[in-house]
């Protein structure tokens, strides 16, 4: 984080904080905590004597529209944020990560991504469309791919700067979302992510269904993949919804229904729609010029508001590391302390945490 960002966000001078940082100096602890709060850690890391390095900045795949966007104080964070989970999940799981889904259904550019989703699919037991309410299809996806092995974490950080990234680090697989993206982007974000790590590396993206355009690479490959998933040809043609869709006139609003059974964006739908040929490349282009008007208007932002603790830890920290860390507590190797510091919850906090990570 920037000096000047880290001294207004913990109401100290620039210049006092310099100076701190370079200059050994007895601190009262609530100071410690003050400045530890800004940064987003507990105030004990002061007490480490290593060099706290750079974090790990994932392979860039941004091609929004225009030029990419700097990453700011936020988004580093969250990349910081993932070194230290990566950390704390190795520390639980020592050298054995188990095996996960990425692990059994490694895929390539030649893959048909339409082929790769139907695996997908197949193993992890999906039928049909299991919910319909966007934060209900988020949450599905989020616990059903922690119970596949992989760690998903939700975090703040500016989505016009990117909407999601994954790392892979001595077998763990880890995708960041950020939760300040709306409830249908994040769904088709954690599953396009899931496409980087079966093609077998890291990103940052700012994946959007409707953003797609027709050619090779990674970026079109998890594009189509992540549809596949959320949009499956078979599901949606035995849907009467969409039959009635590609019978009559396709404009913005005439797939707000049919997108809603599933949880998606309508310009998700209107994709898939024109991979099946339903509708030209030129009219799916003239629908995603129209929606783009009133894009930022509709869909521009999260409603997640402040969450509680519990709901909080299990977002930040992922749905499987909260049941690793239980566990491991259940065995008899952390402490309720130990539990709280991992977790980054209060301990009367914890049995709530546990409730909503189940």
Not at 237 to 249: C, D, M, S, V
Not at 284 to 308: F, H, M, V
């Amino acid at each position: 984080m920037p000096l000047a960002a880290a001294a207004e966000r913990a109401r100290v001078p620039e210049e006092e904080l310099a100076h701190w940082e370079t200059t050994p100096t007895p601190l009262p602890i609530d100071t410690c905590q003050k400045i530890a709060k800004t940064y987003k850690r507990n105030w004990y890391i002061f007490l480490l004597e290593d060099e706290i390095g750079k974090p790990t900045v994932p392979h860039d795949f941004r091609k929004g529209r225009g030029e990419k966007v700097p990453l700011g104080p936020d988004s580093m964070l969250a990349f910081d944020g993932a070194d230290l989970l990566l950390d704390k999940i190795e520390s639980v799981n020592g050298s054995d990560p188990g095996r996960s889904i990425v692990d059994a259904l490694p895929a390539a550019l030649d893959d048909n991504p339409e082929a790769i989703a139907a695996k997908v699919r197949r193993a992890l037991g999906v039928a049909g469309q299991p919910e319909s309410n966007p934060y209900g299809v988020l949450r599905f996806w989020r616990f059903l791919l922690s119970d596949a092995g992989l760690f998903v974490s939700q975090v703040k950080f500016p989505r016009e700067e990117m909407r999601a990234f994954c790392r892979s680090r001595n077998g763990h697989h880890l995708i960041v979302l950020s939760s300040r993206d709306v409830a249908t982007a994040r769904s088709f974000s954690l599953l396009h992510e899931l496409g980087h790590l079966l093609l077998g590396g890291d990103a940052m993206c700012k994946p959007t269904s409707w953003s797609e355009r027709a050619g090779s690479g990674a970026e079109p490959w998890c594009n189509r993949f992540a549809a596949a998933v959320l949009l499956p040809h078979l599901e949606l043609q035995a849907n009467p919804r969409y039959h009635e869709l590609i019978a009559g006139n396709i404009g913005l609003g005439s797939g707000r229904a049919l997108a809603s059974e599933f949880g998606v964006s309508e310009l998700a739908l209107f994709r898939r729609l024109e991979t099946f040929g339903e509708i030209t490349n030129a009219e799916y282009q003239t629908l995603q010029d129209a929606a783009d008007k009133d894009w930022e208007a509709k869909e521009g932002s999260s409603n997640s508001g402040i969450l509680p603790p519990p709901k909080k830890a299990v977002y930040a920290e992922s749905p499987l590391f909260v049941r690793q860390v239980f566990d491991a507590f259940t065995a008899g190797d952390l402490s309720l302390k130990e539990m709280g510091s991992l977790l980054n919850t209060p301990v009367h906090s914890l049995s709530s945490v546990r409730e909503e990570a189940a």
